[in-house]
């Protein structure tokens, strides 16, 4: 005869020890497959440089005379790093910039190509020493690969509008891989 009256028998000591197995086996499997992010990245420092005019309208000519138009603008530089922890190249697209402003509204930039990298330190000799090797896009990160660079972004506000932002954010696109988002750090340099 058996004893039914025995712990072991029990309906609730079965399924408790059934799940604690169950959680068991999805947990090791969770912590054997478990693998980094593809990428990794981080904003190093920005730098901002704020732009001013007045610009006037001329002699009045047909339109309106002397009156003033202003022109606002901030160049971002941003330094970034960027490393490939995957076992596969990956393969950088894109990369925009988003400034969350203070009424929570958001302005977005795309970083500035090849060529507009170039004519930002012509046509703002101020900014020639902050100058450092670009990102640029359709580059391939070889695994392990990190690279080390500048992304330059403007955006038509001003730099009181810049200071009172709530968010700097820079989205780095890949091939057939999530975004790299890395925040900005909470300091910002302006250049001169």
Known sequence: MSDDSSPANHPIVVVLAAMVIAVLAIGAYVWINNKPPV????????????????????????GLNGEKDTFDEVI??????????????????????????????????????????????????????????????????????????????HYPITKDQWNQRKNFAISVEFQHQKNLVMQAPAGTVFGS
């Open 39 to 62: 990428h990794a990245g981080q904003v190093l420092s920005i730098t901002a440089y704020p732009i001013h005019r007045d610009l006037s309208t001329g002699s009045g000519i047909g």
């Open 76 to 153: 971002v530089l941003a330094d970034v790093r960027i490393r490939n922890q995957a076992d596969i190249p990956i393969f950088l697209h894109d990369m925009s910039g988003d400034v969350t402003m203070a009424d929570d509204s958001v302005q977005h930039g795309t970083a500035a190509g090849r060529s507009d990298f170039q004519k930002v330190f012509i046509a703002y000799s101020d900014l020639a020493p902050q100058k450092k090797e670009p990102i640029l896009r359709d580059m391939t990160l070889t695994p392990g690969q990190q690279v080390e660079g500048q992304m330059i972004f």
